[in-house]
């Protein structure tokens, strides 16, 4: 049996392993959190590599990329720098090949089209797919990336001023700790709502669903969320504050959506190839997998 294992620098308590038959090969799927303790992330992955056939890398990214230009992230890279034989993935390949296309795969699934094109984004800069996918689908989209990055009430409008932002952004990320980057250990379990009035604005709330927790609004009756990583009990507070319809871009399984990064470590798992998949090879075995977006309506 092949065996994945994603490393997580997020909550102990969202851990889940499950079995499943990708491909035709049997995979064990585990997720661990470490409660932001970056010491203990880095230990499994130097404990674990060479053991298991697929390390993915949660909490961080290694690598922000935009368009074709990558940009490292070193609070990330230094968690596997003792790995050497074990692949180890972000997600950022599934980012810019499911998320890529979510709204073109999901909004046929939906009961009726979406009349209200307008979509705030919370964070764009590590999941640029999932903003291309927007756009591409003739939203008006509104990213919250200086609200959630530097606690700047700025909305940033489109694609191409986006692109500037990140250019600037990119670089100087790459050298900020982890804390600073993104929601670890217990903070994932707070929500403080702010920047309300942006997501009240459109029909869709997109992105990473930490960052949309993080200041979900007490209410947001008939919205649609569109985002990644949802257990059984976020589903259950979307429920309460009123959301429609719940879009994830990787399949769930046994009530969850696992991460990207989760997901392509199977998928690496599964190629036995003992590398990061390329992202060609990617897109053939997804298309193989037959996966698509899990589209859910709660209310």
């Known amino acids: 049996m092949k065996h994945a294992v994603s490393i997580s620098l997020g909550s102990s308590t969202r851990d889940k392993t499950v079995e499943i038959e990708l491909l035709g090969e049997q995979v064990r799927i585990e997720r661990r959190g470490c409660d932001g303790d970056e010491r203990k992330a880095q230990r499994l992955f ?9 390390f993915g890398v949660g909490g961080v990214e290694l690598y922000l990329r935009l368009e074709d230009r990558e940009y490292p992230l070193r609070s990330g890279l230094s968690l596997i720098r003792n790995v050497h034989k074990t692949p180890a993935v972000d997600g950022r390949g599934l980012k810019h090949t499911m998320e890529k296309r979510v709204m073109q795969m999901a909004e046929p699934l939906l009961e009726t089209p979406i009349l209200d094109r307008r979509a705030f984004m919370t964070l764009a800069v590590d999941r640029y797919g999932m903003a291309q996918s927007l756009a591409n689908a003739g939203f008006e989209v509104v990213f919250g990336d200086l609200m959630f990055g530097v606690g700047l009430p700025i909305p940033v409008r489109g694609l191409p001023a986006l ?11 790459g050298l900020l700790p982890i804390s600073v980057l993104y929601p670890t250990g217990s903070s ?27 200041h979900l609004p007490e209410r947001l009756p008939g919205k649609i969320i569109v985002t ?41 798992a599964v190629a036995g190839k003992g590398r990061v998949l390329t992202t060609a090879e990617l897109e053939d075995m997804i298309a193989a997998a037959g996966w698509q977006p899990s589209v859910q309506k709660i209310n």
């Open 228 to 268: 990644n990583t949802t257990t059984a009990a976020d589903v259950e507070l979307l429920r309460q504050r009123g959301i429609a319809y719940l879009i994830t871009s990787t399949p769930r399984i046994e009530g969850r959506s696992f991460g990207t990064n989760m997901m392509e470590a199977a998928l690496t």
């Open 188 to 214: 994932q379990e707070k929500i403080t709502p702010k920047f309300e009035s942006w997501y009240q604005w459109g029909s869709v709330v997109a992105g990473d669903f930490l960052y949309i927790k993080r």
């Open 46 to 54: 130097t404990e674990l590599d060479g053991k298991v056939d697929a």
């Open 163 to 173: 692109r500037r932002l990140a250019r600037v952004l990119m670089p100087i990320m």
